[in-house]
């Protein structure tokens, strides 16, 4: 079983950047698939990026070319590197992890606006 801890999220200015990181705990971090999901007001839990256990990455199109995904299997931990942030990426933003079972954080608020 692994527990994952969001943090970095906060209030930016559109343009802005932040970068959210996902400490997981216990052993073999570098087995799972990673993921960061957003989930807006009223709306469905949507998938950002994904990176696989070998490094694979996958984003979803309105983050394309804005958002980075990586990973550091020395420090147990998923970033996503958000830039150019627009109002519209305001959400609580989920880090996942997946082998055999998926295992979900807390969420962390990101919030763009003037």
């Known amino acids: 079983q692994v527990q994952l801890v969001e943090s970095g999220g906060g209030l930016v200015h559109p343009g802005g950047s932040l970068r959210l990181s996902c400490a997981a705990s216990g052993r073999s971090f570098s087995i799972y698939d990673m993921g960061w999901y957003r989930q807006a007001p009223g709306k469905q839990r949507d998938m950002v990026a994904t990176?696989?256990?070998?490094?694979?990455?996958n984003y979803a199109e309105s983050v394309k070319g804005r958002f980075t995904i990586s990973r550091d299997n020395v420090k147990n931990t998923v970033y996503l590197q958000m830039s150019s942030l627009k109002p519209e990426d305001t959400a609580v933003y989920y880090c996942t992890a997946h082998f055999l079972s998926e295992y979900w954080g807390q969420g962390t608020q990101v919030t763009v606006s003037t």
């Open positions: 990176i696989t256990s070998g490094g694979r990455t």
